[in-house]
C-alpha cells in the first residue's frame, strides 16, 4: 500500500447496547457408570455480559427453545462383564395363565465365557421370570404334561404328629420374628382340614425343623415360607401327595438361587433351597387335593452372601448402613434381605440418608431396593428420603459405595 495515499487515524466513540442473554455451560461432571453408557451432568447457567463483566440472570430471559442439555451421555471404557440370559423356557400350563422362567449368567464382553456372577452383580439384571397365557381352558378338564419330575431318595421314617412350632428369636436375626402357626396332625375330619388350611397358608415358619400339612384346601392357591438365618440352608422332603396332575395341580418351589416345579413322583423326593429362604406355592383344583412337607435346616455347603449381609424377618425392623468390616481388604456390596409372611408386604421409610453431594459421589453412592417377586429395582441418591412398597413378602436392598 505504500504508493497510496494513507488516511488519518481517527477514533469515534460508540455506545451499544448490552449483548443479550446467552446460556452458559460449564464442562461436564464426571460419567454416572465406570464402564458401558453413562450420564454426565453439566450446569448449564443464563449469563449476559454487562459493563465488561458476566452477570448470572434468570433462565426465562434467555432463549427456552435454545438451552443445551443438563445431562449428556458419556462412555468411559467397554464394560468387562455383562448379564446374558437363556431362552424363555415354555409356558407352566397349557390353558389359562402360567409362568415362563429363564437362566442367567454373566458373561466375559471379551471371551463371551461364562464366569463368576459376582462379577456382574453392579449391572443391572433384567427379569427372569414372566407371566404368560396358553389361552382359555376347557370347561372338561383335558390333560396337561406333568410337571418337572424330581429327585427321588432313600424312603425315610413318615412321622405321625408333628411338634408344635413355637415363637422363637434367633440370635442371629435382628428383629421379632412372624408367629409360626401350629403344626397340625393328620386326620380329624373336615373341621380339621379347614382349620390346617386357615393356620398353614400365608404363613412363614421360622424353626429349624418342622412339618407342613398342606393338605384339606377347599380350591385355590395356598403359599407358606421358610426362613433361617443367614449360614443355612434348607432341606425339604415331600412325605405325601394327593395332587391330581392331569388337572393341571402341581407345587411350586422357589428361593433367592433356585426355581422348580413339580407334581408327578413327589412323595419322598427331596428339594435344597441352596440359601436360607424357601417358598411354597400350592395349585390345586380339587377339594381336599396337597402335599405334606417335612422340612430341615443346616449349615449351608457353599456361601452365597457376604459377611456384611443382613436377614431380618417381619413384622418390623431397622437397618443402618454403613457396616464396619474388620480387614476390609476389597470393595463389599452389603445387603440387606427382608422376608414376611407371604400374605403380607414390606414398606420401607428412608429416615436418614446422606449419600454425598459434591463430585462423582452423587453418581456412585446409592441404595437399590429390589423387589423380588417382580425383580424390578428402584435406586435412590445423594439426601433422597423416600417410601418404598413391595408387591410381595420378599425384599433386597444393597448399599453401593
Not at 36 to 58: F, H, M, P
Not at 62 to 88: D, G, M
Not at 304 to 330: A, M, R, T, W
Request: some cysteine; aromatic content about 6%.
Amino acid at each position: 500500500c505504500h504508493p497510496v495515499p494513507k488516511p488519518e487515524s481517527r477514533v469515534e466513540v460508540c455506545d451499544l447496547s448490552p449483548c443479550p442473554p446467552r446460556w452458559k455451560v460449564t464442562p461436564a461432571g464426571p460419567c454416572s457408570s465406570s464402564c458401558g453408557l453413562g450420564l454426565a451432568v453439566q450446569l448449564v447457567t443464563c449469563v449476559q455480559i454487562l459493563q465488561g463483566k458476566e452477570v448470572l440472570q434468570e433462565e426465562h430471559l434467555c432463549p427456552v427453545a435454545e438451552k443445551p442439555l443438563t445431562s449428556v451421555p458419556c462412555v468411559i471404557r467397554t464394560c468387562s462383564y455383562e448379564w446374558s440370559f437363556s431362552e424363555w423356557s415354555e409356558c407352566s400350563t397349557s390353558c389359562g395363565n402360567g409362568i415362563q422362567t429363564r437362566r442367567d449368567f454373566c458373561l466375559h464382553s471379551l471371551t463371551h465365557k461364562h464366569v463368576d456372577p459376582v462379577f456382574c452383580r453392579r449391572f443391572p439384571k433384567a427379569i427372569v421370570v414372566r407371566g404368560c397365557s396358553s389361552g382359555p381352558c376347557p370347561e372338561q378338564v383335558g390333560t396337561r404334561p406333568p410337571g418337572a419330575e424330581l429327585q427321588p431318595v432313600t424312603p425315610a421314617t413318615h412321622p405321625t404328629t408333628a411338634a408344635a412350632a413355637t415363637e422363637e428369636r434367633h440370635k442371629n436375626v435382628d428383629v421379632p420374628l412372624s408367629a409360626v402357626p401350629q403344626e397340625q396332625t393328620k386326620g380329624g375330619g373336615e373341621d380339621t382340614a379347614k382349620r390346617c388350611f386357615l393356620c398353614v397358608c400365608g404363613n412363614l415358619f421360622l424353626n429349624a425343623t418342622g412339618i407342613i400339612n398342606m393338605m384339606g384346601v377347599e380350591s385355590g392357591n395356598c403359599t407358606v415360607a421358610i426362613g433361617r438365618p443367614l449360614q443355612e440352608e434348607i432341606t425339604l422332603r415331600i412325605l405325601e401327595s394327593s395332587l391330581n396332575c392331569s388337572a393341571g395341580e402341581l407345587v411350586l418351589f422357589s428361593g433367592r438361587m433356585m426355581w422348580r416345579t413339580g407334581c408327578r413322583k413327589l412323595p419322598l423326593s427331596l428339594i435344597n433351597s441352596r440359601t436360607n429362604t424357601l417358598i411354597v406355592k400350592q395349585r390345586v383344583v380339587l377339594p381336599g387335593n396337597g402335599v405334606i412337607l417335612q422340612y430341615s435346616s443346616r449349615t449351608a455347603t457353599k456361601k452365597y452372601y457376604q459377611d456384611c449381609d443382613k436377614q431380618l424377618f417381619g413384622p418390623h425392623g431397622e437397618i443402618v448402613n454403613p457396616v464396619q468390616l474388620p480387614d476390609q481388604g476389597q470393595e463389599v456390596v452389603c445387603r440387606t434381605f427382608i422376608d414376611v409372611a407371604p400374605q403380607h408386604r414390606i414398606a420401607i421409610r428412608a429416615l436418614y440418608t446422606d449419600l454425598g453431594t459434591e463430585g462423582n459421589q452423587t453418581h456412585f453412592n446409592y441404595i437399590l431396593v429390589r423387589d423380588v417377586s417382580t425383580m424390578k429395582t428402584m435406586v435412590f441418591h445423594g439426601k433422597q428420603q423416600f417410601l418404598w412398597q413391595s408387591t410381595g413378602s420378599q425384599a433386597e436392598i444393597e448399599f453401593h459405595e
